[in-house]
C-alpha cells in the first residue's frame, strides 16, 4: 500500500518558520515529481511548489516565491518544504503529492498550517 505522510504542520506567528516533511513508502518516487499543494478554508485545493526527480528543477506559485523551498532525499523517499517568512495568507492544509505526472496519483492526508497575525 502506498503512503504519503506529512509532519511538521502547526501554530506559527507571522513571520516564523517551518519545515514540513513527507515520508513515501510503498513505492519509490526517486524517479518521480513530488510537490506540495494547499487548500484554505473555502477555497480549492491550490498547488505550491513540486520538484523534478533529481531536485534540479523545481516550480513554485508565486505567491510563495522566495519565501519556501522545496527539497528531497530520494534515499529517504522523503520530500520537504521549508517555509520562511510566513504570511496569515499561508494558512491552510498542506497535501504531499507525488507520482510520474502533475499532479501525481498519490496524495497525502495532509497537515495544518496555520499562521497567526
Known amino acids: 500500500q502506498v503512503q504519503l505522510v506529512e509532519s511538521g504542520g502547526g501554530l506559527v506567528q507571522a513571520g516564523g518558520s517551518l519545515r514540513l516533511s513527507c515520508a513515501a513508502s510503498?513505492?519509490?518516487?526517486?524517479?518521480?515529481?513530488m510537490g506540495w499543494y494547499r487548500q484554505a478554508p473555502g477555497k480549492e485545493r491550490e498547488f505550491v511548489a513540486d520538484t523534478t526527480w533529481s531536485g534540479k528543477i523545481t516550480t513554485y506559485v508565486d505567491s510563495v516565491e522566495g519565501r519556501f523551498t522545496i527539497s528531497r532525499d530520494n534515499a529517504k523517499n522523503t520530500v520537504y518544504l521549508q517555509m520562511n517568512n510566513l504570511k496569515p495568507e499561508d494558512t491552510a492544509v498542506y497535501y504531499c503529492?507525488?507520482?510520474?505526472?502533475?499532479?501525481?496519483?498519490?496524495w497525502g492526508q495532509g497537515t495544518q498550517v496555520t499562521v497567526s497575525s
Open positions: 503529492n507525488g507520482g510520474p505526472s502533475r499532479p501525481g496519483e498519490y
Open positions: 510503498g513505492r519509490t518516487f526517486s524517479r518521480d515529481v
